[in-house]
């Protein structure tokens, strides 16, 4: 058995705190039967934060996310576990709503606060790349930029994190494909359901629902490209649903799109 943990920092907006712990070990392998070692690993991110503004309540936020991994046969089962504490109703995030994404992205259909199974899935290598099936958090494989993707370090809002004009689905049924097609280059292909855990109505029976009016699907293609001190991403995606930032909203036709990030930087593909 193997073990780890660690300490981070969470750099808050302005009149704010945080911090992160972190842990995580591995049991035996069962090498005879094709199964494990299973690990486990989880952080443990705790902030709080507070305004000048008359009528804006203090938010101390906490959050458990948690970690399964277990090899089988070809590849690797995940689960992934969230839970957070209710925000108040006059809190900082609630008045604010890019202070700080990661409150309350758990909560029930009534905004009170739990402890959800968010993502399961298999991920198996094919050819020169991966299929993944299950529930899934599609951003973990999309519109991926280094600076920006990074929600501990770097920014709180999710307009910074993640494009707010792309309608990604978060923890919802999907399958996902990705291959590495040249040196530096990969593609993905991802189709998913559009009611995720924090879509719809919160609930599980909601988000396995496949079909249906209400229940609307959502596609995406993405190219990506690294080296040489320069990466990017460039995608198009179709949503069957009504976005409700786009102007044709309501009108009962698709809505789809292109996005690109282009920066530096050469981490080495996925």
Aim: charged share 15%.
């Amino acid at each position: 058995m193997r073990g780890a943990i660690g300490l981070v920092l969470l750099l808050l907006p302005a009149l704010g705190f945080g911090f992160g712990f972190g842990f995580g070990f591995a049991g035996p392998a069962r090498a005879d039967q094709g199964v494990g070692p299973l690990s486990l690993s989880g952080t443990l991110a705790a902030s709080g934060q507070t305004s000048d503004r008359a009528g804006v309540a203090a938010e101390p936020n906490g959050e458990l996310e948690l970690d399964a991994k277990l090899p089988m046969g070809p590849g690797v089962w995940r689960m992934e576990m969230l839970g957070s504490t209710t925000p108040p109703g006059q809190g900082v995030s609630r008045v604010f709503g890019e202070a700080n994404g990661l409150v309350g992205e758990t909560l029930t259909g009534s905004g009170k606060d739990r402890l959800a199974m968010t993502e399961l899935f298999y991920t198996a290598p094919v050819a020169r790349g991966h299929v993944r099936g299950g529930v899934l958090y599609a951003p973990d494989y999309l519109d991926i930029y280094d600076v920006a993707d990074d929600e501990y370090r770097q920014f709180l809002g999710q307009s910074f994190i993640f494009d707010p004009i792309v309608d990604f689905p978060f923890y919802a049924p999907a399958l996902e494909a990705d291959a590495t097609i040249g040196r530096g280059v990969a593609v993905t292909a991802l189709v998913s359901s559009l009611n995720g855990l924090e879509n719809g109505r919160h609930t599980y029976a909601d988000m396995l629902a496949l079909g249906g009016p209400g229940h609307d699907a959502f596609a995406v293609l993405e190219s990506e490209w690294r080296g040489s001190g320069l990466s990017g991403n460039i995608g198009v995606w179709d949503n069957s649903g009504r976005h409700p930032m786009l102007a044709n909203a309501g009108a009962g036709k698709d809505d789809f799109g292109i996005y690109g990030n282009l920066g530096g930087g050469d981490r080495a593909l996925n």
